[in-house]
């Protein structure tokens, strides 16, 4: 098998040929990005196209359809002649005059005759590919299809051999007599971005790791478990704990974010740390008692910098039965112990309302160093400006503060 498919006269450029390409690694990256795309065909002698799902597995399209739909009833055991095509948006292109306007793109065209898949082994490995696509991890994670699902699925099998690649890439390709115009030009990027996972009603799981749009460690809530706290993954399990645990009016005196006094209004506290998370911008934990699983609170990282090594340990909130415990001086060790020494930070710091006087000595005594005033950094519930005090630990100052920690953890 050569590295490049061999042009037909379908497959052939007659306009930017310098646009079109034949290489296999090429056309196999288009088609293992994109979910969906887009099938053409003929009934009756008329045309149809329809959007649906695909997978490659090795030089082979597999295609999802309905045996009640036009498709997998068109589809006989001698196959339909098909023309699937792909397409990656990555830009837009704009030029000083409206003709030199364009995109940026990746797109494919293959072309052949896509055979219904009846064989069951093979049927239930491209059915197993099509969900993991979705996420590598997604088939064990799930139901797989009944004898019924399976009867009422078609799966057609495309052999890639007559396939071509259009690609557009770069800027503005004015004539030189308009590069003088006024007119702004230039390149808009495009990108599939991903939200935040939005939970089922009745799911009280974290989304798994297979969504996660930041696999790197530094946005990943890891599970950490001491003698009095273990920090969980924040998720919609932990909503009804969170509201009887933080009941109290006092714990949310300071804080930014208004107490919330209903279920549902907890339920968008936590919601708002996923989208925080989703972004990249947050991660958060539950903080459970280890013997029991009760829910005592919620913290963070925020503000995470990787590429300058830095993040806050913030929004903590932690019901009042456990304040002057062991459960806040281990949350914050296993949160300084997996910055410093498992993430790699060299510095850590915290943004405390400058009123909440408890809050500055409690992260003094963390052995954190008072770094400065933020005028005007937050907006309270009331609607008043917050001043932050920032306190802050660097990595040079961690083996001393941990050990501090550890001696006054061990006397709680």
Not at 73 to 91: E, F, P, Q, W, Y
Not at 115 to 129: C, F, L, N, R, S
Request: charged fraction near 25%; glycine fraction near 8%.
């Amino acid at each position: 098998m050569t590295d490049l498919y061999q042009p037909t006269a379908r497959t052939t450029a007659t306009r930017y040929r310098d646009r079109m390409h034949y290489e296999r690694d090429a056309a196999h990256k288009i088609l293992d990005e994109a979910y969906d795309c887009t099938v053409a065909f003929v009934v009756d002698g008329e045309p149809r196209v329809l959007p649906t799902l695909h997978v490659r597995v090795g030089e082979t399209i597999y295609l999802h359809a309905s045996t009640g739909g036009r498709l997998g009833l068109t589809a006989r055991a001698d196959g339909i002649r098909v023309c699937v095509s792909v397409t990656l948006l990555d830009g837009l292109v704009y030029a000083r005059s409206q003709f030199h306007h364009s995109a940026n793109y990746r797109s494919l065209v293959a072309h052949g005759t896509a055979h219904p898949v009846t064989d069951t082994g093979e049927k239930a490995t491209a059915m197993t590919a099509l969900v993991e696509k979705l996420g590598a991890g997604r088939a064990a994670d799930s139901r797989p299809p009944t004898t019924r699902e399976l009867a009422s699925t078609v799966v057609l099998a495309l052999p890639l051999a007559e396939v071509s690649v259009r690609a557009r890439a770069g800027g503005v390709a004015d004539d030189p007599e308009d590069l003088t115009l006024p007119h702004w030009a230039g390149v808009l990027p495009l990108q599939r971005i991903a939200g935040p996972p939005q939970p089922d009603a009745g799911v009280s799981t974290p989304p798994p790791a297979y969504l996660a749009r930041h696999p790197s460690p530094w946005t990943t809530a890891e599970p950490m478990r001491g003698q009095h706290v273990a920090l969980e993954p924040l998720a919609p399990g932990h909503v009804d704990g969170l509201l009887n645990a933080l009941a109290d009016d006092d714990v949310w005196q300071f804080l930014p974010s208004p107490k919330p006094r209903t279920r549902e209004e907890m339920a968008e506290h936590v919601e708002s740390a996923a989208r925080g998370q989703w972004a990249g911008e947050r991660v958060a934990w539950a903080q459970c008692d280890p013997a029991t699983g009760e829910v005592m609170g919620m913290t963070s990282y925020h503000d995470v910098d990787e590429e300058r090594a830095s993040l806050g340990i913030g929004h903590t909130i932690l019901g009042r039965r456990w304040w002057r415990t062991g459960v806040n001086t281990e949350a914050k060790l296993l949160l300084l112990e997996r910055a410093f020494e498992v993430l790699g930070a060299e510095r850590v710091f915290w943004y405390t309302d400058i009123r909440n006087e408890r809050s500055q000595r409690a992260i003094a005594r963390l052995g954190a160093s008072r770094d400065g005033l933020i005028r005007r950094h937050r907006l309270r519930p009331d609607g008043t400006w917050r001043d932050s005090v920032m306190f802050a630990m660097t990595a040079d100052e961690w083996p001393g503060a941990r050990e501090r920690l550890r001696t006054r953890l061990a006397a709680a």
